[in-house]
């Protein structure tokens, strides 16, 4: 059974910094991209930066880079996502995807976690 667990999500101050991971199982690891989304309320998903563990290849969205670093850990199955400067806008559930290979759309990506919620207070 294909599995993605995300934790790490909380309750942060603006500045401050989480990291979260998704943890997978059920499928063979290095050959998918993994990517964090978040949905914010009332918002569609927005792609937050991808992985291709096997070769280390990383992407971000604008809004995160220079403070999001993704990373992953292929001897764990699990990839993380280390948050810097949180902002309020940062706010949302985020989720991991296992997909074929990275995009900032939701459509390629296969398999999903159940999400984690990220608040950032002001």
């Known amino acids: 059974e294909v599995q993605l667990v995300e934790s790490g999500g909380g309750l942060v101050q603006a500045g401050g910094s989480l990291r979260l991971s998704c943890a997978a199982s059920?499928?063979?690891?290095?050959?998918?991209?993994i990517g964090w989304f978040r949905q914010a309320p009332g918002k569609g998903y927005e792609g937050v930066s991808c992985?291709?563990?096997?070769?280390?290849?990383?992407i971000y969205a604008d809004s995160v880079k220079g403070r999001f670093t993704i990373s992953s850990d292929n001897a764990k199955n699990t990839v993380y996502l280390l948050m810097n400067s949180l902002k309020p806008e940062d706010t949302a559930v985020y989720y991991c995807?296992?997909?074929?290979?990275?995009?900032?759309?939701?459509?390629?990506?296969?398999?999903w976690g159940q999400g984690t919620q990220v608040t950032v207070s002001s």
């Open positions: 992985i291709i563990s096997h070769h280390g290849s990383t």
């Open positions: 059920g499928f063979t690891f290095d050959d998918f991209a």
């Open positions: 995807a296992a997909g074929r290979f990275c995009a900032a759309e939701v459509g390629p990506y296969d398999y």
